[in-house]
């Protein structure tokens, strides 16, 4: 009997939590066929003992099954003090936790008629591909970005097994060039089983628009002119040497205001640059944000920046969902020179290019946009093309084509 090609996505990070694998996660599922899709994914956050906010809502009306537990993996804890407290914890927590996450997905497996298992987090959910295969013969594949696989971890923690999850899985998806070659070259996995699906945005939800005035008014930067970056507040995004330069931006143009859109645990570092800077009234962290507010920020910013880096430990940009969205709204943007950003942003073209460890390189892009109006429009004018040719339509059909494929291998 043919297996079924109905997916099982296994995502800790899933919408409504805004970023960048949440959002590729919920728009394989919104623009896939009905019946092709269900989610288990969590209630929690991971990294906090907080509730996400508005999941119920979410599931009720996104139009596909999702299934929440608590949590798909343990709290994250500080690093154990010896090995005594780390096989405590094991034996407590992860054995637990695994087993509860595994009989769930069995479960769903059973009820829905599951052919094949996409895990979206490599490093703490990896393991579950290898026992759901062996105890219902469904298909394995996992979903990389690129961060999970360029970090470097220290011993003993999630990271350590993901070569082993790798080559056993029938397929990998890689969301971009730079990605599929870190796996390849890197991590040594067949080319013949590394699929590539780009990353890509929905241009039904971003999309050019009028500058929002009742937003700007409700986040006082009426009259400002508004350069905004959107992101997790970690160091790859580069948000902490932005403000770093935004003195240099500030003398060339008075009336520039950074709004930085996430959160994230770098966010109380940056809060402290913007106040030792005295930049109080030329940046704001707003916090996340909801969907219209998103977009109504992107709408009304003169250009978008997230000036990213790679990090010693090899924590880099996979390739940067976020350039896309601004480009969909007509925005041109800057990106840091590394990772996979180099194939969202099309130097020249759709933006600007930066090394993102350099504080005056990332100011002095920011102040030539900001400066010339002909070169902005070229660049905004590239870069709603570039938006409306990568539509998520086209992925998710690409992604359930790999799905029958290997469905019916």
């Not at 003993?156 to 999850?165: A, E, I, L």
Request: aromatic letters at 6%; glycine letters at 10%; proline letters at 4%.
């Amino acid at each position: 009997m043919a297996r079924s090609s109905t997916c099982l996505l296994v995502a800790s990070i899933f919408a409504p939590i805004h970023g960048g694998s949440a959002n590729v996660y919920a728009s394989l599922c919104r623009l896939s066929p009905q019946g092709s899709m269900v989610v288990l994914a969590a209630r929690g956050y991971c990294g906090r003992a907080e509730k996400i906010t508005g999941w119920a809502e979410h599931d009720q009306h996104c139009g596909y099954p999702v299934h929440r537990l608590d949590l798909l993996r343990p709290p994250i804890l500080p690093a154990p003090a010896n090995k005594f407290v780390s096989a405590w914890r094991f034996l407590t927590m992860d054995l637990p936790s695994r087993a509860k996450v595994l009989g769930t997905a069995l479960q769903l497996i059973h009820r829905h008629n599951i052919g094949l298992l996409c895990v979206g987090e490599l490093n703490s959910t990896g393991w579950l591909a290898g026992w759901c295969r062996r105890l219902t013969g469904c298909r394995v594949m996992y979903y990389i970005h690129g961060e999970e696989i360029t970090t470097r971890f220290d011993s003993g923690s999630y990271g350590q097994k993901r070569s082993q999850y790798l080559s056993r899985a029938d397929a990998i998806i890689a969301v971009s060039r730079f990605t599929r070659r870190a796996l390849v070259e890197d991590m040594g996995l067949p080319a013949e089983r590394v699929h590539l699906i780009e990353n890509a945005v929905d241009t039904g939800k971003f999309s050019p628009g009028a500058d929002d005035g009742a937003f700007r008014q409700r986040w006082g930067v009426t009259g400002k002119r508004l350069v905004v970056g959107v992101g997790r507040l970690v160091p790859r995004k580069g948000f902490d040497h932005a403000l770093r330069g935004w003195q240099a931006v500030v003398a060339r143009h008075p009336a520039a205001h950074l709004m930085i859109v996430g959160d994230g645990p770098q966010r109380p570092e940056l809060q402290q640059l913007v106040e030792s800077a005295g930049l109080q009234n030329h940046a704001t962290l707003t916090g996340p944000l909801s969907d219209a507010d998103l977009v109504a920020a992107y709408r009304s910013a003169d250009l978008f920046i997230m000036p990213n880096r790679t990090m010693p430990d090899g924590d880099t940009e996979g390739f940067g969902l976020v350039f896309l969205e601004a480009n969909a709204c007509g925005r041109a943007v800057v990106g840091g020179r590394a990772g996979g950003a180099v194939e969202a942003v099309r130097n020249g073209e759709t933006g600007l290019l930066v090394d993102g460890n350099s504080v005056e390189e990332i100011s002095a892009a920011i102040n030539s946009l900001l400066s010339d109006d002909e070169l902005r429009k070229r660049l905004e004018q590239g870069a709603l093309a570039h938006a409306q040719a990568n539509s998520w339509t086209t992925r998710a059909a690409e992604f359930q084509t790999l799905c029958r494929q290997l469905a019916a291998s």
